[in-house]
């Protein structure tokens, strides 16, 4: 397992835009060599995948979020990224980067084997 480390959370309004950061602890973790992907979890709500890319580069999205958010990965910097537009209150959640997915592209918890420590985001009406 690896440690993963998410920044970029923030409070915003409704209908801004915020982008979220996830790196590795570990300089010699090539996130472009491991399916990742990020999930959310809202205050007494279950942890739920958000958004997800391979090894090929393909992605999945939760469909709440399709065509508002996007997942990236840029290796030169071994940095995962989550575009995330048209904030709704909706999306009000503390967000992780998980990685090492045994299913490809999977938006399911347990598929996952390394988590971050999470990042907050705030959507205000």
């Known amino acids: 397992q690896v440690l993963l480390v998410e920044s970029g959370g923030g409070s915003v309004q409704s209908g801004g835009s915020l982008r979220l950061s996830c790196a590795a602890s570990?300089?010699?973790?090539?996130?472009?060599?491991?399916?990742m992907a990020w999930f959310r979890q809202a205050p007494r709500k279950e942890r739920e995948g958000v958004a997800a890319?391979?090894?090929?580069?393909?992605?999945n999205y939760a469909d709440s979020v399709k065509g508002r958010f996007t997942v990236s990965l840029d290796n030169a910097k071994n940095t995962l990224y989550l575009q995330m537009n048209s904030l709704k209150p909706e999306d009000t959640a503390m967000y992780y980067c998980?990685?090492?997915?045994?299913?490809?592209?999977?938006?399911?918890?347990?598929?996952?084997?390394?988590w971050g420590q999470g990042t907050q985001v705030t959507v205000s009406s």
């Open positions: 570990v300089y010699t973790y090539t996130f472009s060599r491991h399916r």
């Open positions: 998980a990685a090492d997915s045994v299913v490809s592209a999977s938006l399911r918890v347990w598929h996952y084997n390394s």
């Open positions: 890319i391979d090894t090929d580069g393909s992605t």
